[in-house]
Structures are given as C-alpha cells and as structure tokens.
C-alpha cells in the first residue's frame, strides 16, 4: 500500500516536472521532428543502359526492352491464369525495369493507377479484383502459405483467369477463392522489385559475397547480425534476386516470370501451369527461339530478351544535392554506417571478370550483402524458398530507394521511417541496429532519410 502511495507520488511529480519542461522548451525553440521527404521526382537517372555497351549489345539491350514492353494476348498464351500481361506493367516506376507505380507522385514522376485493376476486365474478362489489390496500392503477387491438407504450400496463385475475354473463346476455369484464403490468413504477398543495375548483381562472384560476410564480425556480432547466403539446392552457388534470394539469373527469373506472372510457357518452364485444354491458344511452350531466322536479335527467344534488357540496365543514379543538400546527404551515408545500417545493407560489391566489359570488374553501389537475414515475427511470411526461412529475407539492395513509393516484400509502407521501424520485432537481427536509430537525434534522422531519398 505504501510503496503505491510513493509510486504515485512520484509519477505526478515526475509529470508536473516533465510537463513543466515542455512548456519551457516549447516557449524558446520549436522541436524537429524528422520527416521522409517523399519519392524523389527530380533527376531520374533511371531507364537506360549501362555505359560502355558495344553497338551489338546496345541492340540487344533495345530489342529486350520491347518485347519487356510488349502486352501479350491468349494467342501468344498469356493464361489460363495470370497477374499482369507485361513484365513493364508491373516493373514501371520510375521507368521502364522499375517497380509498382502509383497515382499519387509529385511532378517529374509519371503517376499512374495499380494497372491490376483494369486487368480484371480487360477484353471481356469478368475476374473480381481482390481486396488487397487496388488503384493506388502496389502491385501485388500472392503467394497461399499452406495447402487445404494443411502441408506447406508457398507457391504464387495467379490472380485472374482468361475466362471470359474475347481472345478466350470457349475458356471457363474460375479465378481462385482469394476472400476464402483470406478469411483462412492464408495469403502473403510480395511486390516487383526494381531490375536496375541487375546485370552487376548478376557477376559479383561468391566469394565477394562470402568474404564481406566475415568482415566486421565483431560488430555485426554486437549487434546480433548474422544472415548467410541462399545457396541454390542443386549445384551450391549463392541465388541472389527475389525477395528471399531465391533466383540464381536473370534468364531464370525471366522464365519463371513469363510463367508464373504471365501464364507464358518457355524453354526453362516448359509445361503450362494449368492444362485445361480448352484454354490453350497457343502451342505449348508457347515462346521459344526461334531457329528459322537469321539474326540474333530475331532468333532469341522472348525470355533471353528480357534477361538482356535487364542485364544491360544501368544501376539508378544518385542525386548529390537533392533532398537536403549535399552535406545532409553525405553526413546520413556515415550516420547510415556508424548505427549499423551498412553491416546489412553493404554499400560496395565488386563483380569479377565477365564477357560483357560494361559489367567487367566495376563497383556495385547497391547497398545490400545479397544474404538472407532473419526480420523477425513482424515481418515473417511462413514461405520457404530454397535456403531461406519463413521470416529471413534478402537484404533489400537500397539503391534506387529514393523513387521508390511502395517498401518491404508487401508493399506495406510507403514512408522510410515507417520501414525502417518494422525492421524491429521478436526474432529481428534488425531490432539492435533499429534501436540505434531511434537514439538518434532528429537532425541526425533526416540526414540518414535525406540520403536514401537521394539513392
Ligand atoms: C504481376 C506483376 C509482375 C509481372 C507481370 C512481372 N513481374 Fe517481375 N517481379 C514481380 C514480383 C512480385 C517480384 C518479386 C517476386 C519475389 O521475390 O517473390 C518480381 C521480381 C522480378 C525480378 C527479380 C529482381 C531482383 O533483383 O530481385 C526479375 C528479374 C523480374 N521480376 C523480371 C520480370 C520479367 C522478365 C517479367 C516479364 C516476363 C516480369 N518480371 C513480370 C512482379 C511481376
Ligand atoms: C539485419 C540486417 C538489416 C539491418 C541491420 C538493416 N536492414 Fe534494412 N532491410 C533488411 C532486409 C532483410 C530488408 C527486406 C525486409 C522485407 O522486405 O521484409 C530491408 C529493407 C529495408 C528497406 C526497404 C527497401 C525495400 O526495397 O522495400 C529500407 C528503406 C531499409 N531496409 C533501410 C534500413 C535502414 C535505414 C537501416 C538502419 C537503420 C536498416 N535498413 C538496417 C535488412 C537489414
């Protein structure tokens, strides 16, 4: 009884006290509070090659962006069952190759709906569009996290179906039961990421990933930071692209893109996803090299094209000045580094030798070690991918940050500081460094968001 009667008595002192400081302090300065400054719309510098292509490759680079570009139909076998009819529609912010677009961008960004939505309809089609799916939202895949028998599942489910559309004639599978699954907390989600600079992730050698694991290892250990890499389960090398690492390259991410987003069988994935026959209106695989013509950039077929485009797309180019200023911008880089940020998100690798000399030997600024690491119960998504757990994740690579509207694999936040919180949670090898941030003060903050912003 008496310890509560001195608990209490110290509580309102300690508000009268506090209370009596603010008004103080409030009197003399105004407090700062730091803000992210939002998508950066100036100095795009995205979109293009990479510098120091021969003619030959730039060609490549040019015929791969047309076909990312081009909408497909049934008679070039989008479906049964897809997401989207371009890879460009879902990789568009702030350009071609990029990510999900928004509505709601300044000026100098091209704002644009979730192109999801219309898609439903489109030609006829009658799918319903999910709830997690809407115009100013990000674009979205959906993954079921178990099977009805209650085994794992993890698999993408194809939002629409064909059914309906006037290029389907005769097609009557029926979309999935997304409000089921739903009321089940059976589904997760992902987002596009960018495809900048991917032709430099690409060519960093294992060895570069595995000796920048080990460095810093008595800080990373203060800190509980450890993460390993996505070894791929048949011949060992380090899978890099994906959420969780879970892709080896680009022409296999370009396979299973064709067919998972867009129902498009090709020469890695050769069986169509659903078989119902009366909605194939191509040959099966429907996109394949073509042997009977002359030129190389005629002959490859549509995924070799995308993995060109993708692999020759210049890395995103940082602003020095915007937002903030360049010393804003330069002091949030040694902030960034000094509470830890970095021992994640590595801001150098190098690639090693390659064919292509744009890609030979160059440093790749791209702000992520290529590991997976555990983000903990609030970021889990109970799908396994390879050596990747249900709540590790790759390291998200930060450039191209600052025009980025949608962040984390679901798209959950469109505000830095929002992101960065939900680095925190039971199990995070983020919540230490997370901490650290949230010790900083406001000024030092805004340096930290001025410079992802100007990524
Ligand atoms: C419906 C939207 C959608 C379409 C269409 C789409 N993608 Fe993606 N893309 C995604 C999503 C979502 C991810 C992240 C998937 C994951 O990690 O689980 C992604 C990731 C990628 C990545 C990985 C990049 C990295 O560094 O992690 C590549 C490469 C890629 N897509 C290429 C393509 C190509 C090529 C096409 C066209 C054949 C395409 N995508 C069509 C949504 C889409
Ligand atoms: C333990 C490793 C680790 C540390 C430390 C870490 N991050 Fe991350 N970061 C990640 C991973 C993994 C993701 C992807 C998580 C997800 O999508 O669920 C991520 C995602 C992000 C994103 C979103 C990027 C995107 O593509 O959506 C931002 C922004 C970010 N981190 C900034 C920071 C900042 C700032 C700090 C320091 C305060 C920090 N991170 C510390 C591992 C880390």
């Known amino acids: 009884m008496r ?8 509580g309102v002192i300690a508000v009268l006290l506090l209370g009596g400081s603010r008004v103080m302090s409030q009197s003399v300065t105004t407090t700062f509070v730091a803000r ?8 795009l510098g995205a979109g293009g090659p990479i510098t120091g292509l021969t003619s030959d490759q730039t060609g490549f680079f040019d015929a791969g962006k047309d076909e990312f570009l081009e909408p497909e139909n049934a008679a070039d076998g989008l479906g049964p069952r897809f997401n989207l009819n371009s890879c460009a529609g879902c990789h568009t912010q702030p350009a071609t190759g990029g990510t999900s677009p928004a509505p709601f961008l300044g000026p100098g960004c091209t704002p644009a709906d979730n192109p999801q939505v219309a898609m439903a309809t489109l030609r006829g089609a009658n799918n319903v569009v999910p709830p997690f799916i809407t115009a100013d939202g990000p674009i979205r895949e959906a993954r079921f996290k178990l099977n009805a028998d209650g085994t794992r599942d993890g698999g993408v489910h194809a939002l629409y179906v064909i059914s309906g559309r006037d290029d389907a004639p005769g ?4 979309q999935e039961d997304f409000q089921a699954q739903l009321k089940k907390n059976n589904v997760i989600f992902r987002i596009p990421t960018p495809t900048f600079g991917a032709g430099l992730i690409e060519q960093i050698p294992d060895a570069v990933i595995v000796a920048n694991q080990g460095a810093n290892a008595s800080a990373k250990s203060a800190l509980g930071i450890t993460g390993h890499p996505n070894r791929n389960g048949n ?4 899978a890099r692209f994906g959420w969780k690492a879970q892709n080896k390259s680009l022409l296999l991410f370009s396979g299973e893109a064709y067919n998972v987003e867009m129902g498009i069988t090709n020469e890695l994935f050769q069986t169509e996803r659903d078989e119902t026959a009366s909605c194939q209106f191509a040959t099966v695989p429907n996109n394949v090299t073509a042997t009977n013509l002359a030129t190389g950039v005629e002959t490859i077929s549509g995924i070799e094209k995308f993995a060109f485009f993708m692999r020759f797309l210049a890395p995103p180019t940082p602003s020095a000045t915007v937002p903030g200023g360049a010393n804003s911008i330069s002091h949030g880089l040694q902030v960034f580094q000094s ?5 994640c998100h590595t801001p150098t690798l190098q690639t090693g030798n390659s064919t292509v000399a744009a890609l030979a030997n160059q440093n790749v600024k791209l702000f992520s070690d290529l590991l997976v690491h555990k983000m903990g119960s609030g970021l889990t998504d109970n799908v396994i991918q390879g050596q990747a757990g249900g709540d590790e994740f790759r390291t998200a690579p930060l450039w191209g940050a600052g025009q980025r509207v949608f962040f984390l694999h679901d798209g959950r936040a469109t505000n830095l500081l929002a992101a960065i919180q939900a680095h925190k949670s039971a199990g995070s090898e983020a ?5 650290g941030f949230n010790r900083l003060s406001e000024p030092n903050k805004q340096d930290v968001l001025n410079f992802l912003r100007a990524l």
Request: glycine residues 8%; proline residues 3%; charged residues 20%.
């Open 3 to 10: 310890t509560r009667t001195i608990c209490l008595l110290v």
């Open 36 to 43: 992210d400054p939002g998508v950066r719309c100036s100095d």
């Open 171 to 174: 097609c009557a599978i029926l």
């Open 235 to 238: 011949d060992g090398t380090i």
């Open 339 to 343: 509470v830890g940020c970095a021992l």
């Open 431 to 435: 919540s230490a460094v997370v901490d």
